[in-house]
């Protein structure tokens, strides 16, 4: 037998012979003589740390589960620790935590906490090196640029890379920061070694909605449960997300190119009058 057959009709053997219920991951195995039989995926583990779980990110949930390893957020700078967890939870798939949660510092424990639950939603097939597109929900996009040099880069991306037109609403996630109205492209921000952005897009609407959340990645995607109209000029925003938080989420009105500033701090829901000019 050569190698690819003969290992499907390995792999195909122990399928038959596990119970139905068990999970079949295949880690560092050929990747197409995988498809239909191994349950889940695990990186590359030849690969630069972050960057074979990234190339890997889109077969999530089209191919397999992605299993990407157990995350580490104690180790390396803030901004390798930020790429992990932004790989992690924009990728989803199977996460397992390595790190004594109770010895993380507070900074780094804020990370883990942004990035739980991962999203259950499929990635884009990279269009470019070290880049990952997530679709959220109603057109909008999270993007992931990764800077996986040995010296700080400035990293920005046109539209038409992405094969997308603007304009979008600009959310910069681990800046806390609103880009306003983007018309051609993400704008350039000096990130550190092994460090990354993620960008959220949103398209312009004709009524207030949510733009960015330093909650969650999702950055409204899971913790906002709706935005509503209250009165003439303001909104209803409900937030559901278990556990303890405190941050802020950003709502665009339809005649400004500016954001509203929401800060909130709840435990498991909560439901937030928001003025024309923040709570």
Not at 121 to 143: Q, S
Not at 176 to 195: E, K, T, Y
Not at 243 to 258: C, F, L, M, N, Y
């Amino acid at each position: 037998e050569t190698e690819v057959p003969s290992y499907r009709s390995r792999l195909t053997r122990a399928r038959e012979r596990l119970d139905s219920g068990a999970l079949l991951v295949a880690s560092g195995a050929p990747f197409a003589a995988s498809v239909g039989l191994a349950d889940a995926r695990g990186a590359d583990r030849n690969a630069p740390p972050g960057a074979g779980d990234l190339d890997l990110a889109f077969t999530n949930q089209r191919l397999w589960l992605l299993a990407p390893g157990p995350l580490r957020v104690a180790e390396g700078s803030i901004a390798e620790a930020q790429t992990r967890a932004s790989i992690a939870g924009l990728a989803g798939g199977l996460l397992t935590l390595a790190d004594d949660i109770d010895t993380l510092s507070d900074e780094r424990f804020a990370i883990l906490q942004r990035i739980l639950p991962p999203l259950a939603r499929e990635a884009n097939a990279p269009l470019a090196k070290g880049m990952l597109v997530t679709p959220l929900v109603g057109g909008r996009l999270a993007v992931l640029l990764l800077n996986p040099g040995e010296k700080r880069a400035d990293l920005a991306l046109p539209f038409r890379v992405m094969g997308e037109r603007g304009p979008f609403h600009g959310f910069d996630f681990w800046e806390n920061q609103p880009l306003g109205l983007l018309d051609d492209g993400i704008p350039a921000r000096g990130v550190d070694p092994g460090g990354c952005r993620v960008i959220g897009l949103t398209p312009p609407s004709d009524r207030a909605q949510v733009i960015g959340s330093s909650l969650h990645i999702g950055m409204g995607t899971l913790e906002v449960a709706s935005l509503r109209p209250h009165s003439r000029s303001g909104q209803v925003l409900s937030l559901r997300l278990a556990g303890a938080h405190r941050g802020e989420v950003w709502i665009s009105e339809p005649q400004s190119t500016r954001a509203v500033r929401v800060p909130v701090a709840f435990s498991d829901a909560a439901v937030i009058e928001v003025g024309p000019a923040g709570r």
